[in-house]
């Protein structure tokens, strides 16, 4: 089979993906590897060890060893295991190239003044202080290469970050606040190769709504009655593109709907 150009540019690469036990970080782990099987390095890391050794076996039973695949268990949202995250890579796993700061999570509905403590701790303690603090962990690599510096950082925010909702405060704030630290680090950076990316999916189907719901299927379900999300691999497909693009151009910012979606709580549904 040919390589094309976006497969030979990201070929010798190591990749870390968090959150890649399930969804949009799952898929991308499976796209990165069906677009550059010959010569790839992908660091799977998430709090179901379990889980990701059964997407690496996927991956290797789907494109044979070219990709080689390790399995971490990491909880981003604790800063002692992410300050120890590299050192405790085995050497020829650390020379990272792409971060791709994927693991997030919504838990409940509720707005002011009933929103649980413990529901809002977990989702800045994931979705902000766990990307900044994986974002600076990484960085010092990047930073040693030429030129001020190369790597990529994909940066997974949504369109809940640029619209707030009612019963999404937290969730919508925390998505806010990664692009806010996304766009900033991108202006921090101006002088290095370093490319700053940030996807802002709009719905897609995943075990996102379940986790929001605290596991109840069946109202996970009814957030997409009459509505056809986009799925995991729509998502992956474009953060394999951004990260697959010629060294000198940058997919800053992308916004990504479903046909049916114009906004954050427009949805056309069938009925
Ligand atoms: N689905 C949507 O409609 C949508 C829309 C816009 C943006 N997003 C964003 O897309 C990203 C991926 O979500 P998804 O839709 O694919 O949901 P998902 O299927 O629930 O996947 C979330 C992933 O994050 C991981 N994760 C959660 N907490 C973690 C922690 N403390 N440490 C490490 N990993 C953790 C989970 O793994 P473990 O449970 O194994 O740790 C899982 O692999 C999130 O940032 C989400 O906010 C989703």
């Known amino acids: 089979m040919a390589t094309t150009a976006m497969g030979k540019r990201l070929e010798g690469k190591t990749i870390v993906i968090t959150g890649a036990s399930s969804g949009i970080g799952r898929s991308t782990a499976v796209e990165f590897a069906r677009t550059s099987p010959k010569n790839l390095r992908l660091i799977l890391t998430a709090r179901r060890i379990d889980t990701l050794k059964e997407v690496a076996a996927q991956i290797q039973k789907e494109v044979g060893d070219g990709v080689k695949v390790l399995p971490y268990k990491l909880d981003v949202s604790k800063p002692e295991e992410v300050s120890s995250f590299v050192g405790n890579l085995p050497e020829e796993w650390r020379d990272i190239d792409i971060l791709v700061n994927n693991a997030g999570l919504v838990k409940g509905v509720a707005r002011a003044p009933d929103i649980a403590a413990e529901d809002m701790n977990i989702q800045f303690a994931t979705n902000v202080t766990g990307l900044v603090n994986m974002t600076q962990a990484i960085l010092p690599i990047f930073k040693k290469r030429p030129d001020g510096g190369a790597g990529d950082i994909i940066n997974i925010g949504s369109i809940?970050?640029?619209?707030?909702?009612?019963?999404?405060?937290?969730?919508?704030?925390?998505?806010?606040?990664?692009?806010?630290?996304?766009?900033?680090?991108?202006?921090?950076?101006?002088?290095?190769?370093?490319?700053?990316?940030?996807?802002?999916?709009?719905?897609?189907?995943?075990?996102?709504?379940?986790?929001?719901?605290?596991?109840?299927?069946?109202?996970?379900?009814?957030?997409?009655?009459?509505?056809?999300?986009?799925?995991?691999?729509?998502?992956?497909?474009?953060?394999?593109f951004a990260a697959g693009r010629r060294e000198n151009v940058v997919i800053a910012d992308t916004l990504i709907f479903p046909n049916h979606q114009a906004a954050a709580t427009l949805l056309h549904r069938k009925t």
């Open 160 to 240: 809940a970050g640029r619209e707030p909702y009612p019963g999404g405060s937290i969730y919508c704030a925390t998505k806010a606040a990664v692009k806010a630290f996304t766009d900033a680090l991108r202006k921090e950076l101006i002088s290095t190769r370093i490319r700053i990316i940030e996807i802002d999916p709009g719905q897609v189907e995943t075990e996102f709504s379940i986790v929001r719901f605290y596991g109840d299927k069946s109202k996970a379900d009814a957030v997409y009655a009459g509505c056809e999300p986009l799925t995991p691999e729509d998502i992956a497909e474009v953060i394999v």
